[in-house]
């Protein structure tokens, strides 16, 4: 009954450090994404801070990669040292992903106060230029979430830009994709995205910030069952003389 215990914790060892494989790659794919994604929203969002989790949890892949070579040959080779070994790394990135957990939900909270202290300055700074950083990132918004202004596009009248043109009109930006011809003058304000931008980059910014949360969660509970495997491994190898290997077949340790 032992033996059949221990030669499943093997071999559900052997698979948790596949998955550790492929888990490195999804926590770098989504650390990336978070990066790539900030820079796009970068001027709604001055807390530079809000990238920890983030460089964290590409840290973090990388280790898995690791982690997951070193339990994989500690597991096969029945390696006492090499599975202590494996299970204090395991141990530090669970505290490590626990960090990122409680960062991500600290940072979370504060998305909202920073876009609504960002917004206006980066809205007052448009001045319709594709060379120009604030003007850029706002048209790119306004584009991909589908909005116009801060609250709606009426607020366009209180900007600099607006008040500079005076040609009674919002960035072209602003106009729907299926209007033809929208030169997102405000005459024809069906023409243009009716929601404010404020509060979609918010719920853009707290979204990408919850896939943080959520990736460090599963993988913090994978890395739990892989531990107890582990453990479960060790106190059979101390206890248990006669120690059969996963591949090769019984032998003695």
Not at 6 to 29: D, E, H
Request: charged fraction near 15%.
């Amino acid at each position: 009954m032992g033996q059949c215990g221990i030669t499943s914790s093997k071999t559900v060892l052997v698979f948790l450090n596949l998955i550790f494989w492929a888990a490195a790659g999804i926590l770098c794919y989504i650390g990336a994404y978070v990066f790539i994604t900030y820079d796009d929203y970068d001027h709604f969002f001055e807390d530079v801070y809000t990238l920890i989790p983030a460089v964290v949890i590409i840290a973090v892949g990388a280790l898995l990669f690791i982690i997951g070579l070193i339990g994989c040959c500690a597991t096969v080779r029945e390696s006492r040292c090499g599975l202590a070994t494996f299970v204090i790394i395991l141990m530090l990135v669970f505290v490590t992903e626990v960090a990122v957990v409680v960062l991500g939900y600290i940072y979370r909270a504060k998305v909202e106060d920073e876009v609504n202290t960002s917004i206006k300055k980066v809205y007052s700074e448009y001045n319709g230029t594709n060379s120009d950083a604030p003007s850029r990132a706002i048209d790119y918004v306004q584009r991909q979430l589908h909005c116009c202004g801060i609250h709606s596009y009426s607020d366009w009248r209180d900007t600099r830009w607006f008040n500079e043109s005076r040609n009674n009109s919002v960035p072209v930006s602003c106009c729907q994709p299926n209007i033809k011809n929208c030169t997102g003058s405000l005459t024809h304000p069906g023409d243009l995205y009716q929601e404010g931008c404020e509060a979609l980059v918010t719920d853009k910014l707290k979204e990408i910030m919850m896939y943080v949360i959520l990736a460090a969660l599963m993988f913090a509970a994978i890395q739990m069952l892989g531990m107890l495997c582990s453990c479960v491994v060790l106190c059979r190898r101390g206890h248990d003389p006669v120690y059969e290997l996963l591949i090769t077949g019984g032998t003695y340790a």
